[in-house]
């Protein structure tokens, strides 16, 4: 079992930035695809960043490139999703996931290639 927690959501206005969390703990030995994904109310969750944790290979959603960065500390088993010039329709719960054994040309927003998923975090931005 691996277990995610997520941190660093909050209230922000248009512009701003935000640095989200995301602790890893557990059998995280195999897990070698981590993501961010967001769901709106009244929307379906999308994929935002995901990061292949052997070698740290990115994929963006457009809405967010060159906005958003993914980084991993593998250290200290947490993946980060800086957060700047942010917008009003960034507003949504933030998850993170991680995925088991994922390959590295699949390590993007597969949903059902993630096998964990944290509680999330709320990150509103105001106009």
């Known amino acids: 079992q691996v277990q995610l927690v997520e941190s660093g959501g909050g209230s922000v206005q248009a512009g701003g930035s935000l640095r989200l969390s995301c602790a890893a703990s557990?059998?995280?030995?195999?897990?070698?695809?981590m993501g961010w994904f967001r769901q709106a109310p009244g929307k379906e969750r999308e994929g935002v960043a995901a990061?292949?944790?052997?070698?740290?290979?990115?994929y963006y959603a457009d809405s967010v490139k060159g906005r958003f960065t993914i980084s991993q500390d593998n250290a200290k088993n947490t993946v980060y999703l800086q957060m700047n010039s942010l917008k009003p329709e960034d507003t949504a719960m933030y998850y993170c996931?991680?995925?088991?054994?994922?390959?590295?040309?699949?390590?993007?927003?597969?949903?059902?290639?993630?096998?964990?998923w944290g509680q999330g975090t709320q990150v509103t931005v105001s106009s």
């Open positions: 990061i292949y944790t052997l070698g740290g290979r990115t």
């Open positions: 557990g059998y995280t030995y195999s897990t070698n695809c």
């Open positions: 996931a991680a995925g088991l054994k994922v390959g590295f040309a699949d390590c993007m927003f597969e949903q059902h290639l993630y096998n964990y």
